[in-house]
């Protein structure tokens, strides 16, 4: 038999055995069933494959149901294996994790939001008028926007109200300040000799400074046993500066939405807010990282609808199709809207770009027009869960935009899923 006929005719034959088992049941189940599960003891998890399973001990800390599909029922924390097979052939392990049962209380309440730098932020450079000729002392010290000062003359300062003296007493003296400033993480020390101003008595940096920032917000969730709560879902930057604000105290309050302004394509909206009940301090804060703010309430906020403990949803858990986002539009009432998740991205490492969600409920859209600023913090609860915050809205489609995966959120407020609890609470 001719040699090329032969090897065609078994390239046929692999050729079909190889479409043949693209339909194989057993082979489709294996490529499709993940490697590894983890959920929280009160969920179930289904497993999509036929394959019958093949092991299971009697002290595993899930019950394994089998049907049309495998359901995973956690029953207590731990780690187990579940082997899949036909006969006593094994054919996929998969790993188990179960987690303490964790419940948080979504938020959706409207908060007011002040910051206190750590140190004083530049956000930018003035010149002063003197006898010598115009100039500005900062930018002459090389003082760059975003820098941040940390200490004078060896002395820490942490509001503008303390610089004064300081700039005083060198500017009579004529001596050069000696100024300790962060810069992209680096610390850099610069000499800098304040300017008296030609009709002016005092004495000038030539800086735009701040110590403070302020704005609006959601609270996103809180923790019922150890009050640690998260808000906003993304980092406060400066508003000149547009780098992160280096936190050293500040608070969130209880807040009123007056009115909104309709985002449009191109031009986010916005809510428009004002403090309550004399400022009413909820909490502190103590971190700005780029999944929001974090720290701990001293009033439990209400919203009037889900004010109970909800489980909490992995990222692997999250579906594609309708949710709910909690969120207030006018006063104080928290209100639950429909959106859809178009997208979702299971994440084994932090990313602040989880989900992509679309605003679908006409409420809404009537009365902001989609994702407005305020908004970011927003829960999203889906099946009974919170999954996540939005955090971003798209300034060329307003109705859509991004949301972040609601573990990252709780791991920033030092809440250990894996161990269902704060972690000073597992240190002590």
Known sequence: MNKNLVRRFIGAILLVMLIGAAFYTPLKDYVHTPNEFQFFSDQTEAVATSLPVINQSNDDPVDINEGEETVLSGVEPGDTNVTFGIGNFPLKSVDVSVLPDLRIIPGGQSIGVKVHTLGVLVVGHHLVETEQGTQSPGEDADVKVGDIIKKINGETIEQMNELAPYVENAGKKEESLKLEIERDGETITTSLFPKKGKDNESYRLGLYIRDSAAGVGTLTFYDPTSKAYGALGHVIADMDTQKPVEVNNGEILRSKVTSIEKGETGEPGEKLARFTNQGQVLGNITKNSSFGIFGELH?????????????????????????KMLTVVEGEEVEAYDIEIVSSKPQKFPATKGMVVKVTDDRLLNATGGIVQGMSGSPIIQNDKVVGAVTHVFVNDPTSGYGAHIQWMLEEAGIDIEKGQKEEEKAS
């Open 299 to 323: 009033d439990e906020p209400g919203n009037g609808k889900y004010n109970e403990p909800m489980p909490i949803g992995l990222s692997d858990q999250v579906e594609e199709g309708p949710a």
